[in-house]
């Protein structure tokens, strides 16, 4: 590293420190509560390895529900580009050298796009790829909006490898390569399953196979989210009774047919579909 680099790294830590700190004791004048209220503002994130097809399938359900649709690696690129944005400095440091972007710049660009969206009318939200992590989920729920569901896509390995070395010859992006495909496959184990697990724990995990077409994937899709929307209305109206409030798994039940079966509080998601 020569002095001008480690000099210019220094003074972009320095700057990320000083900004983090900021928004850290914001949230505490505001007591810690969640920003927006639960009851009138619906969250569903949704999540699944690499080339599970959520940017696909976020899509649709947009143009047929009206969700709002966001992704923390969009809001962060549309940041870094924003002429003026104190961000987009730390922004770039971080992506140039492979680091994650400090939570608390994603949180609040994250809550500033939702404030936008709420006074254009909008309620429900998909959070596409987020959280990453637990501590981003905890952090979420306690200080933006407590999330109602996460709509989890699986579909094994073996198939979205392919999927994703098909995609790169298009995409242009530089991570659609084999090496970089595997180890993004090993970082979504072992930093985004036990954000599953987590959220299966408090019966809140919509699993869908997401091994099949498009379509059909987004059939199954519908059919949970129907469900869990329906719930939530009837849930505003009347107390809900445990089994109307646990979400459910769309499973392979023969050749033709598919099941719904409900995910239990501590029931973890089927090991042969890791992603």
């Excluded at 050298?97 to 009318?121: D, Y």
């Amino acid at each position: 590293m020569t002095e001008g680099t480690g000099h210019r790294a220094s003074i972009a830590t320095a700057l990320t420190l000083s900004l983090v700190l900021r928004l850290q004791e914001a949230r505490k004048i505001q007591k810690m509560a969640p920003v927006f209220d639960n009851k009138e503002i619906l969250v569903v994130f949704v999540l699944g390895g690499p080339g599970a097809g959520k940017g696909t399938q976020c899509a649709m359900l947009v143009a047929e529900y009206g969700f709002a649709h966001l992704s923390a690696g969009d809001l962060l690129r549309i940041e870094q580009q924003r002429e003026g944005s104190e961000y987009a400095p730390i922004i770039q440091e971080h992506i140039k050298e492979g680091k994650i972007v400090p939570m608390e710049i994603v949180l609040k660009l994250m809550q500033e796009s939702m404030k936008r969206s709420i006074e254009n009318g909008h309620t429900k939200f998909l959070i596409d790829g987020f959280p990453r992590e637990m501590e981003q989920a905890v952090k979420f729920d306690a200080e933006i909006c407590e999330s109602a569901f996460v709509l989890f896509l699986t579909c094994p390995e073996e198939k979205l490898l392919p999927r994703l070395i098909e995609r790169g010859k298009t995409s242009g992006r530089e991570d659609d390569n084999e090496e970089s495909i595997k180890k993004r496959f090993q970082t979504f184990v072992q930093t985004s399953m036990p954000v599953i697990d987590h959220y299966s724990s408090k019966g809140k995990v919509v699993q869908v196979d997401s091994s099949g077409t498009v379509d059909q994937i987004y059939s199954d899709i519908k059919m949970a989210l129907d469900s869990q929307l329906a719930t939530r209305t009837s849930s505003h109206t009347a107390p809900a009774t445990p089994a109307a409030i646990l979400p459910a798994v769309v499973e392979e039940a023969g050749p033709e047919t598919r099941s719904l079966k409900p995910i239990l509080p501590g029931e973890t998601p089927k090991p042969r579909n890791l992603y």
